[in-house]
């Protein structure tokens, strides 16, 4: 039989519906995300709960959740439900020939990928192929600034993975990938941007 602490646990039923409740609400009041791709609105949906939790990072999916996470997320939501829509949210039709601005990674975010990338010792054919699966990009200056977050803390762990087993650990764990990372951001030198004027978005006009 159970035990009182199972059955207060809530089931993978219940998580999942709590993730699709989230996937859902969001959806309803991001109405502007619409036009964009899969994996945009994705993006979009995890900045905007690393923000609600105030999290130091994005995470790659919503499974990395806690119940209790998930749950403040759905609150967050749900408060919002009065309001039209998230904050920044609007669709604002632009007048004719009026242009657009696309926010675009940072220098600094372009410099951290690269540095990482060429620690790696990735091959220029792998590299696009492994940015563009995810990305449908095949260049980091062409990522919007959440995926280049989301790129950088990939190759990060991948990176952190990969040296921990040189080291020999044969089964790595999240928390020492965790522990492992700032060491390889200083040595790499992608701490921080060179200077301010890097850590600002870099915009483009579409006509």
Same mark, same amino acid.
């Given at each position: !039989?159970? @035990?009182?602490?199972? /059955?207060?646990?809530?089931?993978?039923?219940?998580?999942?519906? !709590? =993730?699709?409740?989230?996937?859902?609400?969001?959806?309803?009041?991001?109405? +502007?995300?619409?036009? !964009? =791709?899969?994996? &945009?609105?994705?993006?979009?949906? %995890?900045?905007? #709960?690393?923000?609600?939790? *105030?999290?130091?990072?994005?995470?790659?999916?919503?499974?990395?959740?806690?119940?209790?996470?998930? *749950?403040?997320?759905?609150?967050?939501?749900? &408060? %919002?439900?009065?309001?039209?829509?998230?904050?920044?949210? $609007?669709? /604002?039709?632009?007048?004719?020939?009026?242009?657009?601005?696309?926010?675009?990674?940072?220098?600094?975010? #372009?410099?951290?990928?690269?540095? !990482?990338?060429?620690?790696?010792?990735? *091959? $220029?054919?792998?590299?696009k192929a492994f940015i563009s699966r995810r990305f449908r990009r095949e260049n980091p200056v062409h990522l919007r600034?959440?995926?280049?977050?989301?790129?950088?803390?990939? %190759?990060?762990?991948?990176?952190?993975?990969?040296? %921990?087993? &040189?080291?020999?650990?044969?089964? #790595?764990?999240?928390?020492?990938?965790?522990?492992?990372?700032?060491?390889?951001?200083?040595?790499?030198?992608?701490?921080?941007?060179? +200077?301010?004027?890097?850590?600002?978005?870099?915009? @483009?006009?579409?006509?």
């Open positions: !039989m159970p @035990t009182a602490a199972q /059955k207060r646990r809530p089931s993978g039923s219940s998580r999942r519906k !709590m =993730m699709a409740a989230i996937h859902i609400q969001f959806q309803e009041l991001r109405p +502007d995300l619409r036009g !964009m =791709m899969d994996e &945009e609105r994705r993006d979009e949906r %995890l900045a905007f #709960v690393s923000n609600v939790l *105030g999290l130091k990072y994005i995470p790659a999916s919503m499974t990395e959740l806690t119940d209790r996470q998930l *749950g403040k997320v759905l609150d967050a939501l749900r &408060e %919002l439900q009065s309001q039209p829509r998230l904050p920044h949210s $609007e669709v /604002k039709q632009a007048p004719l020939a009026a242009a657009e601005i696309i926010h675009l990674a940072s220098a600094g975010q #372009v410099h951290a990928i690269n540095k !990482m990338l060429l620690h790696l010792g990735w *091959g $220029e054919t792998a590299k600034p959440a995926q280049a977050s989301s790129l950088i803390r990939i %190759l990060l762990n991948i990176a952190c993975a990969q040296e %921990l087993k &040189e080291h020999g650990f044969k089964k #790595v764990t999240r928390q020492q990938i965790r522990l492992q990372i700032p060491s390889l951001k200083t040595r790499l030198g992608i701490d921080q941007p060179k +200077d301010a004027k890097e850590s600002e978005p870099c915009q @483009t006009e579409l006509i």
